[in-house]
Every structure is written in structure tokens, then in C-alpha cells.
Nanobody, 131 residues
Framework: QVQLVESGGGSVQAGGSLKLSCAASGYIFRRCAMGWFRQTPGKERDFVSTISEDGTTTYADSVKGRFTISQDKAKNSLYLQMNSLKTEDTAVYYC?????????????????????????WGQGAQVTVSS
């Protein structure tokens, strides 16, 4: 059973930086992509960023130029460096993964920007940005 665990959330003032980490454990046959989503109370979970198997990155327009996604496959880890944070970035941030196992091990549909694309999720990490 694959588990994703986020860390690095917290509180910061507007203009500051935070780095989220996500550690994956368990057997992974093929990782099509990993991504970050965020959610505020009463709203849907929104796409933030994703990184595909070949390292291609995609960002939501709202975070482009401020956030950087990266991964360390050897450590089964995913990161999100968040700079120039704004109050509207306040949310619970979720790590997610598109994983495949035999017999269905094809990666189709990249980039993966919809919640339905992802079949594994972390528990979430709160990020609060104050003015």
C-alpha cells in the first residue's frame, strides 16, 4: 500500500517562503506523475502543479513564477518551493500521485491536472499566509 505524507506546512507572512515535502512509501511500479493540489473550506480542490515521469512541469497560472515543483526519485520524494507567498495562497496543500501497476501500466493523458487523474493522496498540510 502506497502512502504519501506531506510536511513543511506552517504560517508565514505575505512575501515569505515555505517549502513543502511529500514522502512516498510502499512499492511503486510506475509513477506517471506527482502533483500538488490545494483546498480552502467550502471550495473544490484546485490544481497547483505537477511533474511528470520525464520531469516535465506544469503550473496553475496563479502560482506560475512563484512556485517550483521538484522531485527526487531516489528518495521517492516530491517538493514544492513556494516563494512570494500571498494571502490567497492560504489553503490545505495535498500531495498526490498517478501510479500504475500491472496489467495497466500505461501513462496516458499527461499533464495530469485534474483530481480524478490521481489515485493516491496525502493527508494534507496547512499553509497560512498572513498580511
Amino acid at each position: 500500500q502506497v502512502q504519501l505524507v506531506e510536511s513543511g506546512g506552517g504560517s508565514v507572512q505575505a512575501g515569505g517562503s515555505l517549502k513543502l515535502s511529500c514522502a512516498a512509501s510502499g512499492y511503486i511500479f510506475r509513477r506517471c506523475a506527482m502533483g500538488w493540489f490545494r483546498q480552502t473550506p467550502g471550495k473544490e480542490r484546485d490544481f497547483v502543479s505537477t511533474i511528470s515521469e520525464d520531469g516535465t512541469t506544469t503550473y496553475a497560472d496563479s502560482v506560475k513564477g512563484r512556485f517550483t515543483i521538484s522531485q527526487d526519485k531516489a528518495k521517492n520524494s516530491l517538493y514544492l518551493q513556494m516563494n512570494s507567498l500571498k494571502t490567497e495562497d492560504t489553503a490545505v496543500y495535498y500531495c498526490a500521485a498517478v501510479l500504475r501497476h500491472p496489467p495497466n501500466y500505461y501513462c496516458i493523458g499527461s499533464p495530469y491536472t485534474e483530481t480524478d487523474d490521481y489515485n493516491h493522496w496525502g493527508q494534507g498540510a496547512q499553509v497560512t499566509v498572513s498580511s
